[in-house]
C-alpha cells in the first residue's frame, strides 16, 4: 500500500460535524495501509467572512495583506481536522504550505507554485503521523511572503503534493459524486463517468465543467498523476482522470463521447467594422492582453468584399467586461474599428470526446440536435477533442438536455444523479 | 524620535471599526516622527470562538494544534491592521510571530520567549514601512512547530521587541485609562497613577491587578524598557512604569503607597495535623510542585506542644485546586498528615508600596482599617514593598476601600474612574 493524497473542500469540513465526519474518513484510509497527506480548505463559508472583513477595512486591500489574512482559514481548518484525527487515537500533524514546502512566485492573490520541498511532510509520514496541509497557500521563494494560489488553488496544492511525493493517486472529495457527462442540475439523466483521460477532462474543465479546475488537472496529466474525484459524503467510488484507463481499454478508432459541459459565465465583445487587412486582429487582442484579460473563443465572420471590413467576435469572462471594453475603447484610434457590441446574454454549450475530429458525423448530429431543439446558433469553435457553440442564454439547459440525449449519454436507470450543493475552494 | 512599539488588545481590534481607529492612532505616531512597531492580538472573542471550535472536535486538543489554531486569531487581526493603515496611505506589512523573530521553547501553549530576531522588522521599519506583528505567538527552536505565550502573551511579544528592537518606551494599549490605585470597578474614588516603580507593579500584578501581568513587567525591568499603560479610547496620557521615576524624583525615606490590588481568584488548602518535625513541609510542596501547581502565599501555624501535630495552609488558582487536592491525598501515606480542608470562598487584599518595611506604622494602620470596617483576617504574609491578607471573599470589596481611604488614595475630585470594560489577552 502506498502514499495517498485526500483533499477535502470547505462544504466537507464546514463545521464539527463535517469536520468529524472526514477525520473518521482519512482514519479509514490509515487503517487500510496507506500514508495519508490530507490537503484541506478553509470551513464553509470562512473565506467569504474574511474578505468582507478586509473590505470594511480598505476598499482595495493590498495583495501580501489580504494573502496573510485568507491563509488564517485554512489555518482553522487544518489544526481543527488534525485534532479530530488525534481524537480517534492516530496521530497527525498539521502543517502551512509553507512548512509544507509549497514554494511559489510573488505574485499575490492568484501565485503559482514553481517548486514543492516537502521535507517536514516526509518526516511526519515516517515517523507514523497522518500530515495536515493548508490548501491554497505557499509562500513566495523570493520575498519569504505568505501567498495565495487564487481559484482552484487547493486542489492544485493536493496534485502538486501527490507529485511531489510520488503518491499513487490523488484523491479530490468533493459534494458531488464525481463528473458526470452533463451538469446533473440541469440535465436529470446525466451519468457519472467512472473514468475519463485527461485531455478530455481538461476540455470539459476549460468548457463550464465545476468539477475539476484546468489547472489541477494539466498538473496532475504533466506528471502522470491518477485524480480520483469523489463524494466526501456518499463514500462511493467516483471517477478517475488519468492519461491511461485503469482498465487497461484499447484506444478505438470510433468516436467516444465523454460528456456535454455549459458555461453561463461568459460575455460576447462583438468588434464591429474593423479594415481587412494584416495586423488589425492582432492589435486587438494586444490590447487585451496588456489589460490581462483571458479570452476563450476567437471569431471572425468573413469580409463584405464591398466594404473591405469585417467583424470580430470573441467571448471572455463577464467580471473582466468592462475592463475589455475600456481597453478597446482607448486604443480605438490606433486600431480603427466602426464600434463596439457588448452581449452577457450569451451562454456556451460544448461536446467533448476523443476522435471526435475524425468523425464527421458527430459535428452533424450536434448541430442537428440543437436545430431541432429550436436553438439557434451564434459563434461555433472547435478543437480535436471538442466543439462549441454560443447560443442565447435562455436556450442553454434545453440545449444541452437535447445533445445529451441525441449522443445517447442519458441514464437508463430511472435514477436521477444527486446533488448535495455548495462547492469548496 | 525614536523607536515605538505599541500593543493592541483585542478589545481594541474588536471589530472593523476598532481596527479603523487604532489604524488612525499608529499613523499619528508615525506622523510624528516615531519608527512604529505594532503588536496586536486577535480580534475580540475569535480566540474564544476557535476555542469553542476545538472543544467540538476534540475534548483534550493537542498543543501542537492547538497553538496553530489560535495563531489564526492574531494572523486575521494583523492583516487587517496593514490593510486599514495602507488605506490610509502609509505603508505596513505584518509579521507572524515566526516571521518577527519570536523564538521560544517547545511548551506548546505556554511557551516562553528564549530570542528575538527582528532582522525581518528592522529592514520594513528602514524601508518606511509600519510594522505589525501578531502578538501571543512565536516559533520553537527546536522543533520549528508554531507555539503560543499563553495568558498574557501579548504584552510580553511587546516588551520583548521592544528590548530587542531597543525601542523608547513600550506603549500597551488597553481599555482602561492607567494603572490605578485600586480597582476602579471596586473603588469608585480610585485615583490613576501616573508614575510606578516596576518593581511595585510587579507586587501589584502578583497580587491580582489585572491591567498589566506580572510576567511582562517582569521582562521590561530586567530589560530597563519603561511601559506606558493607556487607553486606546481616550487617548490621554496612561500610567508609566519604569525602573526610574520619568520626573526624576529623589527616593523620600517614608512609606509611599502605589495602591490596593485584591484578588478573588484563589483558593485555600490546608493540610491538617502535619507531625512538627524537619522535612514534613518540604514533603508537602515537593508533592505539589510535581504537579506543576503555583502556589501563592503559605502560612505554618505555631504547633500546638500537647499534639507535636501543626497546620500549613497555603493558596493558589483556584482552577488547580482539584489537582492539588488529588496530588496531596496520592502522598498521604508517604507525608503523614490527618486530612485537608478546602476553601474556595477566600479573598486576598494586599497593599503595595516602597519602603513599607520600615515604616511599622503602615502595617498597623492597614489592619486598623480592616478592623473598623469589620473584616476578620485569616492569613497574612508581607514583603519588603507588600502585605497581603486573606479575608472571607464576601469582605473583600468592603475592605479594599477601607484601606484605601485609610492610606488617603480616594481621590479628591468628585470624578469617578472610568472603566470601559472587556480585557484583551
Same mark, same amino acid.
Given at each position: 500500500?502506498?502514499?495517498?493524497?485526500?483533499?477535502?473542500?470547505?462544504?466537507?469540513? !464546514?463545521?464539527?460535524?463535517?469536520?468529524?465526519?472526514? /477525520?473518521?474518513?482519512?482514519?479509514? /484510509?490509515?487503517?487500510?495501509?496507506?500514508? +495519508?497527506?490530507?490537503?484541506?480548505?478553509?470551513?464553509?463559508?470562512?473565506?467569504?467572512?474574511?474578505?468582507?472583513?478586509?473590505?470594511?477595512?480598505?476598499?482595495?486591500?493590498?495583495?501580501?495583506?489580504?494573502?496573510?489574512?485568507?491563509?488564517?482559514?485554512?489555518?482553522?481548518?487544518?489544526?481543527?481536522?488534525?485534532?479530530?484525527?488525534?481524537?480517534?487515537?492516530?496521530?497527525?500533524?498539521?502543517?502551512? %504550505?509553507?512548512?509544507?514546502? $509549497?514554494?511559489?512566485?510573488? +505574485?499575490?492573490?492568484?501565485? *503559482?507554485?514553481?517548486? +514543492?520541498?516537502?521535507?517536514?511532510?516526509?518526516?511526519?509520514?515516517?515517523?507514523?503521523?497522518?500530515?495536515?496541509?493548508?490548501?491554497?497557500?505557499?509562500?513566495?521563494?523570493?520575498? =519569504?511572503?505568505?501567498?495565495?494560489?487564487? *481559484?482552484?488553488?487547493?486542489?492544485?496544492? !493536493?496534485?502538486?503534493?501527490?507529485?511531489?511525493?510520488?503518491?499513487?493517486?490523488?484523491?479530490?472529495?468533493?459534494?458531488?459524486?464525481?463528473?458526470?457527462?452533463?451538469?446533473?442540475?440541469?440535465?436529470? =439523466? /446525466?451519468? =457519472?463517468?467512472?473514468?475519463? #483521460?485527461?485531455?478530455?477532462?481538461?476540455?470539459?474543465?476549460?468548457?463550464? @465543467? =465545476?468539477?475539476?479546475?484546468?489547472?489541477?488537472?494539466?498538473?496532475?496529466?504533466?506528471?502522470?498523476?491518477?485524480?480520483?474525484?469523489?463524494?466526501?459524503?456518499?463514500?462511493?467510488?467516483?471517477?478517475?482522470? @488519468? #492519461?491511461?484507463?485503469?482498465?487497461?481499454?484499447?484506444?478505438?478508432?470510433?468516436?467516444?463521447?465523454?460528456? $456535454? !459541459?455549459?458555461?453561463?459565465?461568459?460575455?460576447?465583445?462583438?468588434?464591429?467594422?474593423?479594415?481587412?487587412?494584416?495586423?488589425?486582429?492582432?492589435?486587438?487582442?494586444? !490590447?487585451?492582453?496588456?489589460?490581462?484579460?483571458?479570452?476563450?473563443?476567437?471569431?471572425?465572420?468573413?469580409?463584405?468584399?464591398?466594404?473591405?471590413?469585417?467583424?470580430?467576435?470573441?467571448?471572455?469572462?463577464?467580471?473582466?467586461?468592462?475592463?475589455?471594453?475600456?481597453?478597446?475603447?482607448?486604443?480605438? %484610434?490606433?486600431?480603427?474599428?466602426?464600434?463596439? *457590441?457588448?452581449?452577457?446574454?450569451?451562454?456556451?454549450?460544448?461536446?467533448?470526446?476523443?476522435?471526435?475530429?475524425? #468523425?464527421?458525423?458527430?459535428? /452533424?448530429?450536434?448541430?442537428?440536435?440543437?436545430?431541432?431543439?429550436?436553438?439557434?446558433?451564434?459563434?461555433?469553435?472547435? @478543437?480535436?477533442?471538442?466543439?462549441? $457553440? $454560443?447560443?442565447?442564454?435562455?436556450? +442553454? #439547459?434545453?440545449?444541452?438536455?437535447?445533445?445529451?440525449?441525441?449522443?445517447?449519454?442519458?441514464?437508463?436507470?430511472?435514477?436521477?444523479?444527486?446533488?448535495?450543493?455548495?462547492?469548496?475552494?
Amino acid at each position: 500500500m502506498g502514499l495517498v493524497v485526500q483533499k477535502y473542500g470547505g462544504s466537507s469540513v !464546514a463545521d464539527a460535524e463535517g469536520i468529524k465526519r472526514v /477525520a473518521k474518513r482519512i482514519v479509514d /484510509a490509515k487503517k487500510n495501509g496507506h500514508q +495519508v497527506v490530507v490537503v484541506v480548505s478553509a470551513m464553509g463559508d470562512t473565506t467569504d467572512e474574511l474578505i468582507d472583513l478586509a473590505e470594511q477595512v480598505s476598499p482595495m486591500p493590498a495583495g501580501r495583506e489580504f494573502d496573510m489574512l485568507l491563509t488564517a482559514g485554512e489555518r482553522i481548518s487544518m489544526a481543527l481536522l488534525a485534532m479530530a484525527i488525534k481524537n480517534l487515537g492516530h496521530e497527525a500533524q498539521s502543517f502551512t %504550505g509553507s512548512q509544507a514546502g $509549497v514554494i511559489t512566485d510573488s +505574485v499575490h492573490n492568484k501565485a *503559482r507554485i514553481i517548486d +514543492v520541498t516537502p521535507g517536514r511532510i516526509r518526516t511526519a509520514l515516517d515517523e507514523g503521523n497522518i500530515a495536515i496541509v493548508a490548501g491554497f497557500q505557499g509562500v513566495s521563494a523570493d520575498s =519569504k511572503d505568505i501567498t495565495t494560489l487564487g *481559484r482552484g488553488g487547493s486542489d492544485t496544492t !493536493a496534485v502538486a503534493l501527490a507529485a511531489a511525493l510520488d503518491a499513487e493517486v490523488c484523491e479530490i472529495y468533493t459534494d458531488v459524486d464525481g463528473v458526470f457527462t452533463a451538469d446533473p442540475r440541469v440535465v436529470k =439523466k /446525466a451519468k =457519472k463517468i467512472d473514468w475519463i #483521460n485527461s485531455e478530455d477532462m481538461l476540455e470539459l474543465a476549460a468548457s463550464g @465543467s =465545476k468539477v475539476l479546475l484546468h489547472r489541477c488537472v494539466e498538473y496532475a496529466r504533466r506528471y502522470n498523476i491518477p485524480i480520483h474525484v469523489r463524494s466526501s459524503f456518499s463514500g462511493l467510488p467516483g471517477t478517475w482522470v @488519468s #492519461n491511461e484507463n485503469p482498465q487497461g481499454d484499447e484506444p478505438v478508432e470510433h468516436a467516444i463521447i465523454s460528456g $456535454v !459541459a455549459h458555461d453561463v459565465s461568459e460575455a460576447k465583445i462583438t468588434v464591429v467594422g474593423v479594415p481587412d487587412k494584416p495586423g488589425e486582429a492582432a492589435a486587438i487582442f494586444r !490590447a487585451i492582453a496588456d489589460a490581462e484579460i483571458n479570452i476563450d473563443m476567437i471569431v471572425q465572420n468573413v469580409s463584405a468584399a464591398s466594404t473591405g471590413l469585417t467583424d470580430i467576435s470573441f467571448t471572455l469572462p463577464k467580471a473582466e467586461g468592462h475592463k475589455a471594453i475600456d481597453a478597446l475603447e482607448k486604443a480605438k %484610434g490606433t486600431i480603427g474599428f466602426e464600434s463596439l *457590441r457588448y452581449d452577457d446574454q450569451i451562454g456556451k454549450i460544448s461536446l467533448v470526446g476523443a476522435g471526435m475530429k475524425t #468523425n464527421p458525423g458527430v459535428t /452533424a448530429s450536434f448541430f442537428q440536435a440543437l436545430s431541432d431543439a429550436g436553438v439557434n446558433i451564434e459563434l461555433i469553435s472547435t @478543437s480535436e477533442i471538442r466543439i462549441s $457553440v $454560443v447560443t442565447r442564454q435562455d436556450d +442553454v #439547459n434545453e440545449a444541452v438536455r437535447a445533445v445529451h440525449t441525441a449522443f445517447g449519454l442519458d441514464s437508463d436507470s430511472g435514477d436521477e444523479a444527486v446533488v448535495y450543493g455548495g462547492t469548496g475552494r
